[in-house]
């Protein structure tokens, strides 16, 4: 049986105190009912987390985050913590994006510190991997996805408290998209890889697209066998196109 789906949404940095209304459009749209099917996520900046928890709570929208620090407190000025996420009503942490590897030079190393800090105060923790477009035209693309993923995989990762999301990096807010075929190869290789480092229980960890996801080819990616979701940018911003993505989620 197939995982139960999850369409998140990275908002990055976008959205000001007025986006409320947006995320209330979708809480609208996505009926209690649905919580049962599929799973929904939101993950605004820092400064919207906790008004969009409280607005979000005791709807079928999850309120997640866009990263933490690995500690739990201390010394690191202009950083959030796990435990801060989970304070005000977080339930999931965005790790490892293309955008925090390359703008800000992460490591898979820190990406598995992160991760783990989000799993030990109860939280999911989204792992982002994905090569770049000169990898893939090197034919190194699963290559570097599998060193990825092996090396920002936290020891004690379940599928309850993790998600793979594999993000081409060249198709991230390009509009371009790999062939189906390819992203078919890909996450059939990444269910092969959950299940060698994590047994059976990788069967059950939910493998999401992201990269230009939007409502016109949802449906046919969300199709694809091993794609359990997707990580969705631009698209989640306005609550009238997310709601046509999570739509096209079954």
Same mark, same amino acid.
């Given at each position: 049986m197939a995982p139960r789906p999850l369409i998140a949404g990275n908002w990055k940095m976008n959205g000001l105190l007025a986006s409320e209304q947006e995320l209330q459009k979708l809480i609208g749209g996505v009926a209690a009912s649905d919580g049962s099917q599929?799973?929904?996520?939101?993950?605004?900046?820092?400064?919207?987390?906790?008004?969009?928890?409280?607005?979000?709570?005791?709807?079928?929208?999850?309120? =997640?985050?866009? /990263?933490?620090?690995p500690n739990l407190s201390g010394a690191h000025t202009g950083d959030i913590s796990a435990q801060m996420i989970k304070d005000v009503g977080g339930t999931s942490i965005i790790v490892g994006h293309s955008e925090r590897r390359t703008d800000h030079g992460e490591s898979s190393d820190l990406v598995k510190q992160k991760a783990k800090a989000a799993q030990d105060e109860g939280l999911t923790a989204i792992i982002c991997v994905g090569e770049t477009e000169a990898e893939r035209d090197a034919g190194q693309a699963w290559s570097v996805v599998s060193d990825q993923v092996s090396k920002s995989l936290p020891s004690g990762?379940?599928?309850?408290?993790?998600?793979?999301?594999?993000?081409?990096?060249?198709?991230?807010?390009?509009?371009?998209?790999?062939?189906? /075929?390819?992203?078919?190869?890909?996450? /059939?290789?990444?269910?092969?890889?959950?299940?060698?480092?994590? =047994? /059976?229980?990788?069967?059950?960890?939910?493998?999401?697209?992201?990269?230009?996801?939007?409502? =016109?080819?949802a449906t046919e990616i969300l199709a694809v066998t091993n794609v359990n979701g997707g990580l969705v940018g631009g698209a989640s911003l306005k609550a009238e196109d997310f709601l046509a993505i999570i739509s096209a989620a079954s």
């Open positions: 599929r799973e929904v996520l939101v993950c605004p900046p820092f400064t919207l987390l906790q008004a969009f928890a409280k607005r979000a709570a005791g709807s079928a929208v999850g309120i =997640g985050a866009q /990263d933490c620090h990762s379940t599928a309850s408290n993790t998600v793979i999301a594999y993000e081409p990096v060249w198709a991230i807010g390009t509009g371009r998209t790999p062939t189906i /075929d390819d992203i078919a190869a890909m996450h /059939d290789d990444l269910r092969t890889a959950m299940v060698g480092h994590l =047994g /059976d229980d990788g069967n059950s960890v939910r493998l999401l697209y992201g990269g230009s996801m939007k409502p =016109g080819n």
